[in-house]
């Protein structure tokens, strides 16, 4: 944007001589933001714990809000640069306690398609932004980017709308021992009364699996990596995945596309890029239709080979043919359908199923933390990208600075992460679809591999296993559990010596647990 070269240029120049900014500036200028959001995520946590996920949510916004004016109010570098670190910080506490939020308010059947359209609002942002700046960049003056950046205040303002409007997540209400806050806030979520039989059930498995996992353990951050059920290897596939998301290289094309694509002599590169924004928006849509019918494993795995092969396809071709001004446009066409078929697999998984994945895979009593930790992981690697991508590609004024010249061959980077991480999810993700955020506990204590996962069926009641130390309908218990039973068969002689009013009762509400037959009422 040359209104912003101009007023923000510290004396550098381009090789056309106009004034520019440096590319040590530039780097900074779009890092610190993923600096700041890092900073954020890992601070969300225990803002998270200690206010709820709501009122959390509600500070992250006042803290973006108040990055974006710093934004809008810079007349120089180093002003920016805060603007921008401080509206990092509110990205960073949102973009985890979004998908926290949406994972524990959701019902089971929609609960992925559900934290999938948290990445179709990202890239209708993205998109919009591009829009934004297609209208704006030819503006003389201050105005050519102070709109746009004053533009995501408006966004801030309906997101905290939505939330006043919402309650707490009723399993937040759980942990902190609010039952009766948590019943009616699960009673507003599935628009049922509150003593209907779902909600008391449902609650009732919620509060049985959070006891259940108290034993287990206490809900510090030692937890999240030495905790059972197997909270390690938990905590290390969500940072896997949040990495490896970035390491597909999709933010290399967000960040960077409009001047690789001019580096690469790419005719109106701002127009590609917004074209690439609509693909990377719609493409999003296929992944909400199938990623509770295909399941997180396979949705993964597809989407990454479909990212390697463009992403290698690109880079082959840009080495065989190297620098020859014949085969110019060819090379151009070829880069520009390939890296809209890598953006249509990446917005159709890896874009949106990566959030779905962190956010289920975690118990209750550290899923802030293991999420925070895991999220803190992405934009730690974001930062890394959006620093070190103008020295590794080298193009335009970037070639004088000593940079390593990559131009198109960094897709060949990008294209061995992809290979990397279908390995990944093969190993290490379990499938956690159609079944609840209380079950997926169950399933890590029961399957093994995770290539094994897409055949459990859960069984156990945590209301069982927090009575009795077993569930009847689950695996035989163990000697430990065993020793629990004489409370069982107390309480079992206790009931015995009731009146006979409440035997007639009891017997009652048998016959009407009976007659609903097989409905499932859980979420």
């Given at each position: 944007?040359?209104?912003?070269?101009?007023?923000?240029?510290?004396?550098f120049?381009?090789?056309?001589?106009?004034?520019?900014?440096?590319?040590?500036?530039?780097?900074?200028?779009?890092?610190?933001?993923?600096?700041?959001?890092?900073?954020?995520?890992?601070?969300?946590?225990?803002?998270?714990d200690?206010?709820?996920?709501?009122?959390?949510?509600?500070?992250?916004?006042?803290?973006?809000?108040?990055?974006a004016?710093?934004?809008?109010?810079?007349?120089?570098?180093?002003?920016?640069?805060?603007?921008?670190?401080?509206?990092?910080?509110?990205?960073?506490?949102?973009?985890?306690?979004?998908?926290?939020?949406?994972?524990?308010?959701?019902?089971k059947?929609?609960?992925?398609?559900?934290?999938?359209?948290?990445?179709?609002?990202?890239?209708?942002?993205?998109?919009?932004?591009?829009?934004?700046?297609?209208?704006?960049?030819?503006?003389?003056?201050?105005?050519?980017?102070r709109?746009?950046?004053?533009l995501?205040?408006?966004?801030?303002?309906?997101?905290?709308?939505?939330?006043?409007?919402?309650?707490?997540?009723?399993?937040?209400?759980?942990?902190?021992?609010?039952?009766?806050?948590?019943?009616?806030?699960?009673?507003?979520?599935?628009?049922?009364?509150?003593?209907?039989?779902?909600?008391?059930?449902?609650?009732?498995?919620?509060?049985?699996?959070?006891?259940?996992?108290?034993?287990?353990?206490?809900?510090?951050?030692?937890?999240?990596?030495?905790?059972?059920?197997?909270?390690?290897?938990?905590?290390?596939?969500?940072?896997?995945?949040?990495?490896?998301?970035?390491?597909?290289?999709?933010?290399?094309?967000?960040?960077?596309?409009?001047?690789?694509?001019?580096?690469?002599?790419?005719?109106?590169?701002?127009?590609?890029?917004?074209?690439?924004?609509?693909?990377?928006?719609?493409?999003?849509?296929?992944?909400?239709?199938?990623?509770?019918?295909?399941?997180?494993?396979?949705?993964?795995?597809?989407?990454?080979?479909?990212?390697?092969?463009?992403?290698?396809?690109?880079?082959?071709?840009?080495?065989?043919?190297?620098?020859?001004?014949?085969?110019?446009?060819?090379?151009?066409?070829?880069?520009?359908?390939?890296?809209?078929?890598?953006?249509?697999?990446?917005?159709a998984?890896?874009g949106?199923?990566?959030?779905?994945?962190t956010?289920?895979?975690?118990?209750?009593?550290?899923?802030?933390?293991?999420?925070?930790?895991?999220?803190?992981?992405?934009?730690?690697?974001?930062?890394?990208?959006?620093?070190?991508?103008?020295?590794?590609?080298?193009?335009?004024?970037?070639?004088?600075?000593?940079?390593?010249?990559?131009?198109?061959?960094?897709?060949?980077?990008?294209?061995?992460?992809?290979?990397?991480?279908?390995?990944?999810?093969?190993?290490?993700?379990?499938?956690?679809?159609k079944?609840?955020?209380?079950?997926?506990?169950?399933?890590?204590?029961?399957?093994?591999?995770?290539?094994?996962?897409?055949?459990?069926?859960?069984?156990?009641?945590?209301?069982?296993?927090r009575?009795?130390?077993f569930?009847?309908?689950?695996?035989?218990?163990?000697?430990?559990?065993?020793?629990?039973?004489?409370?069982?068969?107390?309480?079992?002689?206790?009931?015995?010596?009731?009146?006979?009013?409440?035997?007639?009762?009891?017997?009652?509400?048998?016959?009407?647990?009976l007659?609903?037959?097989?409905?499932?009422?859980?979420?």
């Open positions: 944007m040359e209104s912003f070269r101009e007023h923000f240029s510290t004396g120049k381009n090789e056309a001589g106009q004034p520019d900014i440096h590319p040590h500036q530039v780097s900074l200028v779009v890092a610190m933001l993923s600096a700041g959001t890092a900073v954020g995520a890992l601070c969300s946590a225990p803002v998270a200690f206010y709820g996920r709501r009122l959390s949510l509600i500070l992250g916004i006042v803290i973006f809000c108040i990055g004016v710093f934004q809008v109010s810079a007349t120089n570098i180093p002003l920016l640069v805060v603007g921008r670190t401080v509206a990092g910080v509110g990205v960073g506490l949102v973009s985890v306690l979004v998908p926290l939020y949406q994972s524990e308010m959701a019902p059947w929609v609960r992925g398609t559900l934290v999938c359209a948290y990445q179709l609002s990202i890239t209708t942002g993205l998109l919009l932004a591009s829009i934004v700046n297609i209208l704006t960049y030819q503006i003389k003056g201050a105005a050519a980017y709109i746009p950046m004053g995501q205040l408006t966004w801030a303002v309906v997101l905290a709308l939505g939330i006043l409007m919402l309650p707490e997540t009723p399993r937040y209400l759980i942990k902190r021992g609010y039952k009766e806050a948590a019943a009616l806030s699960l009673s507003r979520l599935r628009r049922l009364d509150i003593t209907h039989p779902a909600i008391i059930e449902e609650l009732s498995e919620i509060e049985a699996n959070h006891d259940y996992e108290m034993r287990l353990g206490p809900d510090n951050y030692k937890d999240i990596l030495f905790g059972e059920p197997h909270l390690g290897r938990r905590t290390l596939t969500g940072c896997g995945l949040q990495m490896l998301q970035q390491l597909t290289g999709v933010n290399f094309i967000m960040y960077y596309g409009t001047t690789f694509f001019q580096g690469a002599n790419v005719e109106n590169p701002y127009m590609i890029s917004v074209i690439m924004q609509v693909i990377n928006t719609l493409s999003t849509l296929p992944g909400l239709v199938v990623v509770e019918s295909w399941g997180r494993r396979r949705l993964l795995i597809v989407g990454a080979i479909g990212m390697a092969l463009c992403q290698l396809l690109i880079a082959s071709f840009a080495t065989a043919t190297g620098d020859t001004g014949g085969n110019e446009q060819t090379q151009n066409y070829l880069l520009i359908v390939f890296v809209a078929i890598y953006i249509f697999f990446f917005a998984s890896w949106p199923v990566v959030w779905v994945v956010s289920e895979i975690y118990p209750l009593k550290v899923r802030a933390k293991s999420m925070s930790v895991s999220t803190a992981s992405n934009w730690l690697l974001n930062f890394a990208i959006a620093y070190g991508t103008p020295y590794m590609v080298g193009t335009g004024t970037t070639n004088k600075t000593g940079s390593a010249n990559l131009g198109s061959k960094i897709f060949f980077v990008w294209g061995a992460f992809c290979i990397v991480a279908v390995v990944f999810v093969w190993c290490m993700v379990y499938e956690t679809s079944i609840s955020l209380e079950q997926i506990d169950e399933m890590y204590e029961r399957v093994d591999y995770a290539w094994n996962s897409r055949r459990f069926e859960p069984s156990w009641s945590f209301q069982q296993m009575d009795f130390g569930s009847e309908s689950g695996i035989p218990p163990t000697e430990q559990q065993l020793e629990l039973q004489p409370s069982r068969a107390s309480s079992a002689s206790t009931s015995q010596t009731d009146t006979g009013t409440s035997t007639a009762t009891s017997s009652n509400d048998a016959k009407v647990i007659s609903m037959g097989h409905v499932d009422f859980s979420y």
